[in-house]
């Protein structure tokens, strides 16, 4: 017997040896399953994907909140800390410094959510230099914070030349 689906000769056999097809069905008449193909199904669920990922970029991007706080670089030895922001802005740094346990450092401090709403998401973004050379970088987030609540972010600072610091911004949705 031919099979019908690969074309091999399966001889005597109920079933094929190339593709295992059933060919006993074959012969009863009723025909091996074939895979259908879905394409309307495949064309619907990728324009389902396509709008949950515009959908996402969209909250992200049109309804997110950046707030960028850029204080000046201090040149001291370890990276200081600035307290100079007098503008309330959603998400506000209320202060930051380095704060050194045990061999490790970090830039620490406080952000404060200023708004009726919870932010499923907040980050702080730190700029690391070593004089006026950017050396690297760091960051600390927290998921959830609430309506008028205050996080304490601690960054590690990584690089061992590191000796400034500047909070590149913090961003929230």
């Not at 008028?148 to 949705?173: N, P």
């Amino acid at each position: 017997m031919i099979c019908p689906k690969c074309g091999s000769d399966a001889g005597e056999s109920n079933f094929c040896p190339k593709c295992g097809t059933n060919l006993t069905r074959v012969e009863a008449g009723v025909a091996a399953p074939k895979k259908k193909k879905h394409t309307a199904l495949k064309i619907v669920v990728s324009i389902f994907a396509i709008i949950i990922v515009i959908g996402i970029i969209g909250s992200i991007g049109g309804s997110s909140n950046t707030n960028s706080q850029t204080p000046p670089v201090t040149s001291s030895d370890e990276p200081g800390t600035d307290s100079t922001v007098t503008q309330q802005q959603d998400l506000e740094v209320l202060d930051h410094t380095t704060t050194v346990d045990g061999y490790v450092r970090y830039v620490s401090g406080h952000v404060k959510n200023n708004t009726q709403k919870t932010y499923s998401y907040v980050q702080v973004s730190i700029n690391l230099y070593k004089g006026d050379a950017l050396v690297g970088s760091t960051l600390d987030n927290v998921n959830y914070l609430g309506p008028g609540e205050t996080w304490e972010f601690e960054a590690i600072i990584l690089d061992d030349s590191a000796d400034s610091y500047r909070i590149m911004e913090v961003t929230g949705w």
